[in-house]
């Protein structure tokens, strides 16, 4: 009976010596990579994709110590996939399995602000809520409004669809601007700095150019 009790005291002892290495590891690891604070953001975006199209995100570039990561992959795709390498432009794809399929997310983890000799700065988490829609040409024509022009060198973008809220994102897919469509289908970009956004609108995402 001691025998047991000094053999339980010893594997307790054993398991608390492995917990104390664990924390002084991880410390150890931290002061070798200068840990530094890490800023979070987390961005939503809600797509209306109609089978069998393929939705396209492009990430961007990304320098030393960064990188994107896809940490949830969708469940109900037919073909997903985060394109291209540690130093070319990444771009997620994701096209459903059928037109029937569920609500479907998917959740990417960019790292960003390194000096290259450290961590990143930035942690950004991207989850897109994918809605497939029937392949019918009727509704595609229904759901897609008209916009430009489009690139756009002037402070205002015209649009098919009236007084309908509006989000425009950038090439990182932070939220840039949102608001509602004016009652001729105006939207302002004055605010809107000159290069490649992404705006969802009525269900549809368009691709624009501010200039």
């Not at 690891?29 to 393929?54: G, K, M, R």
């Not at 995100?57 to 990188?67: A, I, K, M, N, Q």
């Not at 990444?90 to 983890?109: E, G, K, N, V």
Request: aromatic share 10%; charged share 20%; net charge negative.
């Amino acid at each position: 009976m001691a025998r047991g009790r000094k053999k339980k005291k010893l594997e307790i002892r054993k398991m608390l010596a492995m917990k104390i290495k664990s924390i002084i590891a991880t410390i150890t690891l931290c002061t070798a990579l200068n840990c530094v604070a890490q800023e979070t953001s987390t961005t939503i975006i809600p797509i209306d994709i109609i089978y069998p199209d393929t939705f396209h995100f492009e990430f961007g570039y990304y320098g030393d110590e960064e990188g994107i990561v896809l940490e949830q992959a969708p469940l109900f795709a037919n073909y997903y996939e985060l394109g291209g390498d540690q130093w070319g432009l990444r771009i997620f794809h994701y096209q459903a399995q059928d037109p029937l399929t569920p609500s479907d997310t998917a959740m990417l983890i960019e790292f960003r602000g390194s000096d290259g000799g450290g961590p990143s700065q930035f942690i950004d988490t991207t989850i897109f809520v994918f809605n497939p829609l029937v392949d019918a040409v009727w509704e595609r024509i229904q759901r897609q409004p008209k916009i430009g022009p489009n690139p756009c060198s002037g402070d205002l973008l015209n649009t098919s669809s009236f007084e309908q809220e509006y989000f425009i994102y950038d090439g990182s897919g932070s939220l840039v601007q949102m608001g509602k469509t004016t009652s001729q289908g105006e939207i302002r970009l004055e605010k809107v700095q000159t290069g490649l956004y992404y705006l969802v609108l009525a269900g549809h995402t368009e691709k624009i150019i501010r200039l």
